[in-house]
């Protein structure tokens, strides 16, 4: 190894470093002094600073590959931890409030959520599937405790068990998967697994391995049928959780899937985008079908967060320039229109679980007007309703479809898209049009501070999608000069 390596790793040993000390402060004099939450958004500053500093310190970002090629920082890989980053401060910030009126530890509570960052970095970066493994499991891990935080309410024990059995199922589903990939092309490096597989025309073992691999991480971004967690664990979840299982935990999921299936397995897609996209079409009608008779809005989410994971997972079946572009455009746009949407569900205020019913924001537009209106862009960007910035994403997605021939998969998107809008509008509805007696509104700094940025960037990038795709489109070429140049050599 050479030490110089660690430099570049340095955002990952900040972050790892800093969630540490966190966990220890309670038996210190630190969190006399402090707070949690200024701590730990300060250690998420320093952590986009350094990885912007190693960004600039690498002289080819196509090729920047440490520690034995177990580890990768190109522009794919430093978009998504800036991502992750940002979504991670977010909900720091949605937490706040919400840690002050309970009587659990913030520091434990910030620590964990340092530890599943750290996971979502490594996860980002692999392109070792060791790499790739470790960091999920570190992310799932500290994902499991989150959900089960509230330990003395027995809806937050019972989502936490949940997760926590299904996700070491899937878990153990995906380490046989890369257990046979290994066994046929002798490696776990994405890059030596790309080599031989040009040399394989078919192998039943390989795709088996593959399989496996796939229903690993379809459990990891909720894809039917590996979906049934999802709705128990959100509605159990306390909701800044339940915020960060269904951004940054779903953009990290995502983030591995473009990576080993556009860099490790791209040459062998003939043999795997068709079950891809028959799941694809599943996720988009069951999730949508089941969220219309849902009336908790945790739930409701959660199964439109299975309808989502369908959707991205165009951009994967597609295996092509406009389909990477598509995830990550999608996975950004998504992000903060969930975030926008659970901000506003944190104002309303019911104990220590936010406004879980549709009633809970009857004649929300009455008591806070502007409030009202953000949840209605957000709702609208969710259904991919123009000038909004989820019609950008869900236009590349569609799009990178079409051109790789699954026209009957965009066609079901199209429709599953419209499905979508009712529901959606049935919580406008609520707001607009019914005078309920609602849930009190409490809009907090922090909550008016993430409501208004997420608010801007769904509409700024939706109106004026430029510079987002300027940037997303050199850092998927990054990627694709990288996969480009491994392929040449193995030719």
């Not at 999920?136 to 926590?164: D, H, P, R, V």
């Not at 862009?377 to 236009?395: D, E, H, Q, V």
């Not at 849930?439 to 008016?448: E, N, Q």
């Not at 608010?455 to 990288?482: C, E, N, W, Y």
């Amino acid at each position: 190894m050479n030490w110089n390596d660690l430099i570049f790793l340095l955002p990952e040993i900040i972050i790892a470093t800093g969630a540490s000390l966190m966990l220890i402060a309670p038996v210190t004099g630190i969190r006399e002094a402090v707070s949690a939450k200024w701590a730990m958004l300060a250690v998420l500053a320093i952590t986009a600073g350094s990885l912007i500093a190693c960004s600039w310190a690498v002289t080819d970002l196509h090729q920047s590959k440490y520690f034995g090629r177990m580890f990768a920082l190109d522009g794919f890989s430093i978009f998504f931890k800036l991502l992750f980053i940002g979504a991670i401060a977010v909900i720091v910030l949605l937490s706040d409030d919400y840690l002050q009126e309970t009587r659990y530890s913030a520091w434990e509570y910030y620590s964990l959520v340092g530890f599943a960052l750290c996971g979502m970095m490594f996860m980002a970066s692999g392109v070792h599937l060791a790499t790739i493994y470790i960091g999920l499991e570190l992310l799932s891990l500290s994902s499991y405790i989150l959900a089960g935080y509230f330990k003395n309410e027995q809806k937050s024990t019972e989502a936490a068990m949940k997760y926590f059995v299904l996700g070491a199922v899937s878990s153990a589903i995906l380490l046989y998967g890369i257990s046979l990939i290994y066994g046929v092309c002798g490696s776990l490096n994405l890059f030596d697994i790309a080599r031989a597989m040009s040399t394989i025309v078919t192998n039943d073992a390989l795709m088996f391995g593959i399989i496996l691999l796939a229903c690993g991480l379809c459990f990891k971004i909720a894809a039917v049928p590996f979906h049934v967690w999802t709705p128990d664990v959100y509605e159990g979840a306390p909701t800044p959780i339940t915020a960060f299982l269904s951004t940054a935990s779903k953009a990290a999921a995502f983030a591995i899937f473009a990576r080993v299936f556009y860099t490790g397995l791209h040459d062998f897609h003939g043999s795997w985008n068709n079950v891809l996209a028959t799941v694809s079409a599943l996720s988009m009608i069951v999730g949508n079908l089941a969220a219309i008779t849902q009336n908790s809005i945790k739930r409701m989410l959660a199964y439109s967060s299975i309808a989502h994971a369908g959707y991205a997972l165009l951009g994967i079946i597609a295996v092509n320039e406009m389909g990477i572009r598509g995830v990550l455009i999608y996975t950004f746009v998504y992000v903060f229109a969930n975030l926008g949407i659970w901000s506003i569900v944190l104002m309303m205020k019911r104990h220590e679980y936010a406004g879980e019913q549709v009633s809970d924001f009857e004649g929300l537009h009455s008591r806070a007007p502007f409030w009202a209106f953000a949840m209605f862009i957000f709702l609208l960007s969710l259904g991919g309703i123009p000038p909004t910035a989820g019609f950008i994403g869900k236009y590349f997605l569609f799009y990178a479809a079409v051109q790789a021939g699954f026209g009957w998969l965009a066609i079901i998107a199209v429709l599953m898209s419209a499905v979508s809008m009712f529901y959606y509008l049935r919580l406008v509805v609520a707001m607009y049009l019914r005078d309920g007696k609602a849930a009190d509104v409490t809009t907090s700094g922090s909550l008016r501070f993430v409501a208004a940025v997420c608010l801007v960037v769904t509409i700024i990038f939706g109106v004026l999608p430029d510079r987002l795709v300027k940037q997303v489109d050199a850092s998927a070429k990054r990627m694709h000069i990288q996969d480009a140049v491994m392929r040449n050599v193995a030719k």
